[in-house]
Structure formats: structure tokens, C-alpha cells
């Protein structure tokens, strides 16, 4: 069997990752450089902390946001925000809770099973730190993440200086940029081609530079330009630095009303900002994201500093399914390096006939066409 993944982000390695064990002869093609469109990620895995963003306490967030000046306005997709608005506070259908239980115990176990046999990418689970500016925003937090619907921990932690924070002990962090190496390394039958693909047919046909191949299956993992197949997608795009600095930081620690996070490594630290509605490559917004980090942290050097888009549904839940040869696997939005493990594994079970469509994760494949991507 031959399979195309197409887009080499965190989503697109776990896809050959698993068609490759499945022994499936895999070609990955990736116009640029592998990874590079996901490791500016802060590289938390919290699968289970994820939100609906079809709800009115998202939009409340998001204005924060816009009023702190984390947040832009710029350009969305059209029917992304269409069926943002007819899915506002719509409950999601039965079943879709079970399905993200199952994709946030998938994933974790993803990670934690590569970290077992060689933790060469920084992982751990010494927990998530979320510190809030305002009281308001704090307690209604906490009402969500102390409610009997959540499953994840969390202990109440009052400090000064801050209207409050939440601790989750259970949560982890890897080192982004190590883990698309282990990733590269893990593919060792994978045909890695780097090339920008067209288009791609429901027939499993792609057309690239003026040629055309054909597949028994196709992953389309390419983020935020999966819209041009018929899905509401738009992306929200954001910074991440790796820097030196002299404060010490414990764990990983979100700055929940500044949209920050600030992830600890041996020899430095990831901070990541940036809620940019823009489907455009500008980076005007970067240096102010980067000044709101100084504000919350000294920052003596910078190293390396990467871009990226979270790629997000009209409920902000990640997508995966079938329709003909063509598999989606997409959606991650604020939490696709949780999901990706997950995301990736589905796809290729969708890929070699092994699992069924499932009915919430598939929800939006059935307008899936050929098109570009
Ligand atoms: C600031 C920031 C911090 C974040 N922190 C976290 C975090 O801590 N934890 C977490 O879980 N998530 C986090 N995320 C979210 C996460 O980074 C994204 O959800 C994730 O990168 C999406 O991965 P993807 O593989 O779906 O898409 P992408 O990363 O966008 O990858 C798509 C790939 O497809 C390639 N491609 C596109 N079109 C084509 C084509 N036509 N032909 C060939 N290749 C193509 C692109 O070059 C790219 O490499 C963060 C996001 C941001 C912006």
C-alpha cells in the first residue's frame, strides 16, 4: 500500500509515524523545512484541557486578549467564521467527550511511550502553572477546572503578586525542536520529499511542479491551507523564542491573561505568544508579543526565534476523517502538539481501513473536495 502525507508539521510526522509501523510505504511531502511550521510551539501537553471556542467565555477571552494587545484582527476564512457563529454555544453531539478522552489518553501515551525508550527530547511531567492578572478571569477558571465535567487535577495556589493561579501537577513539556529530530530519526523507511504539492484529488491523485502521482490514500496535514478543500479553518497565529535568562522557572507557566507561556529547559527557556487572526505571513505583531515577555521575564539573550499558525475549527476541536483516499488530520488549534500523536495514529488507521469514520471527529468531512492545497 502506498500512502502521501502531505505537510510535515507535528500532525504530518505522527502520520507517517504510524503508517511507517504499520508498514505502509510511505512518501511525506513537506515544502519546506520538516517541523519547521510547528516547533515554535511552547511544546505543552495538556490534551486534556482542551476548550470549545464555539462558547461566549472564548469570546470573552479573545477580547481580553484584544484589549491587552495580544490579540489582532487581520483575516479569518469566511466559512470558518460563518459556522463559528451558527455553532455558538451549540453543545457538541453525543459521543464527542468519549472521542477526546480517547485522542488525550492516545496522545499522552504517544509521547510518554518515545520518552521510554530514549528521552532525547526534554520531556517531563512535573506540571502547568497558570497565573492570572485579574480575579474575574481567575475565578471563572477555576469554577471550569474545579467543575465535576473536568477529569484533569488541579490545586488552587494563591501568590503574591498575582490574582491567582492554578497548578496542574500532571501536565508535561517536551523540547519542540529535539522532538522533530527524534521524529526524523524514527523515519527511517519514510520517503521524505521536499516539495510543494497543487493539488490533490478524492481519487487519491496529487499534481505537484507539473506532474501528477497517484495514491492508494492521501493525509492532508497541512494546517491552515486544508481550507482550500472545503474546511472551516482559520488560523491564529503566534511566536515562540527560545531565550536566556536569569530568573529561575520552576515549570511550565502560562501568563493567562497576557497569552504567554514560559516552558524551562536545562540551558534555556521557550516563551511563546501571540493570538494573530491573520491568514497572511506577516510578523509585524512579534516585537510587541516579545516586549509583553519582558514584562513577565528578564531576557538577557535570544537564541532562535520561530513562527507558526494554530490551526482552528469552528469548535476549535481537532479533525480527523475519511472521505474517498483523501484522510484529513487537523484542527489542533492552541493544543495541536497534545493531539498530534493521536491525530497522526487515527489517520493512519483511517488510511489502512482500520477504523470506521468517527462521527464527532470526522464532523466537516463530509464538504471535503479536490482542490488545492
Ligand atoms: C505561539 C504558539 C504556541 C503553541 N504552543 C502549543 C503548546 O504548548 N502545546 C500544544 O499542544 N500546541 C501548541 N501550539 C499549537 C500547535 O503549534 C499547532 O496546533 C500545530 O503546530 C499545528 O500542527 P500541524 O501539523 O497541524 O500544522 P502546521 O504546523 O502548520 O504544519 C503544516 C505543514 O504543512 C506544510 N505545508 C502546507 N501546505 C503544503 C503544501 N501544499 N505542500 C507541502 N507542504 C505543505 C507546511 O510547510 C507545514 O510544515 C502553539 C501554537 C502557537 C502559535
Not at 500500500?1 to 505502509?24: D, P, Q, S
Not at 465535576?148 to 488541579?154: A, G, H, L, M, Q
Request: with cysteine; proline share 4%; aromatic share 10%.
Amino acid at each position: 500500500m502506498k500512502v502521501a502525507v502531505i505537510g510535515g508539521g507535528i500532525v504530518g510526522l505522527f502520520a507517517a509515524f504510524h503508517l511507517e509501523r504499520a508498514g505502509v510505504e510511505v512518501t511525506l511531502y513537506e515544502e519546506g523545512k520538516p517541523g519547521a511550521r510547528s516547533d515554535h510551539a511552547a511544546g505543552i501537553i495538556e490534551p486534556a484541557n482542551a476548550y470549545r471556542t464555539n462558547t461566549l467565555a472564548f469570546l470573552r477571552r479573545v477580547w481580553r486578549f484584544w484589549w491587552g494587545g495580544t490579540c489582532t484582527f487581520r483575516s479569518v476564512d469566511g466559512r470558518w467564521l460563518t459556522e463559528s457563529l451558527r455553532a455558538l454555544e451549540r453543545d457538541l453531539i453525543p459521543g464527542a467527550d468519549g472521542a477526546l478522552r480517547e485522542m488525550a489518553r492516545t496522545s499522552v501515551a504517544g509521547y510518554e511511550e518515545l520518552a521510554a525508550q530514549k528521552n532525547d527530547f526534554a520531556y517531563t511531567r512535573k506540571g502547568l502553572l497558570e497565573r492570572y492578572d485579574h480575579r474575574g478571569h481567575f475565578l471563572e477558571d477555576r469554577a471550569i477546572a474545579m467543575s465535576k465535567d473536568s477529569t484533569v487535577p488541579v490545586e488552587v495556589r494563591e501568590e503574591e503578586g498575582w490574582a491567582g493561579s492554578l497548578f496542574y501537577p500532571s501536565v508535561g513539556w517536551l523540547h519542540t525542536e529535539q522532538f522533530v529530530q527524534r521524529m526524523l530519526r524514527e523515519l527511517t523507511r519514510t520517503d521524505i520529499v521536499r516539495q510543494r504539492v497543487d493539488h490533490v484529488g478524492l481519487d487519491g491523485t496529487l499534481r505537484m511542479g507539473g506532474t501528477r502521482a497517484n495514491f492508494d490514500a492521501i493525509v492532508v496535514s497541512t494546517g491552515v491551507t486544508s481550507r482550500k478543500l472545503g474546511l472551516p479553518l482559520t488560523g491564529v497565529k503566534g511566536y515562540g523564542w527560545h531565550v536566556r535568562s536569569r530568573a529561575k522557572v520552576e515549570v511550565a507557566t502560562i501568563f493567562v491573561d497576557r497569552g504567554i507561556a514560559v516552558v524551562p529547559f536545562e540551558n534555556d527557556l521557550k516563551v511563546t505568544g501571540g493570538w494573530d487572526f491573520d491568514l497572511s505571513a506577516r510578523l509585524s505583531h512579534a516585537p510587541k508579543i516579545l516586549a509583553a515577555v519582558k514584562e513577565v521575564l528578564p531576557v538577557d539573550r535570544i537564541d532562535r526565534f520561530g513562527d507558526g499558525s494554530r490551526p482552528c475549527t469552528p469548535d476549535g476541536l481537532p479533525i480527523v476523517g475519511r472521505k474517498g483516499r483523501l484522510i484529513i488530520a487537523n484542527g489542533g488549534f492552541r493544543l495541536g502538539w497534545s493531539f498530534a500523536p493521536a491525530l497522526g495514529k487515527h489517520a493512519a488507521l483511517l488510511c489502512t481501513n482500520r477504523t470506521p469514520n468517527d462521527p464527532f471527529l470526522s464532523r466537516y468531512c463530509g464538504s471535503l473536495h479536490a482542490g488545492p492545497v
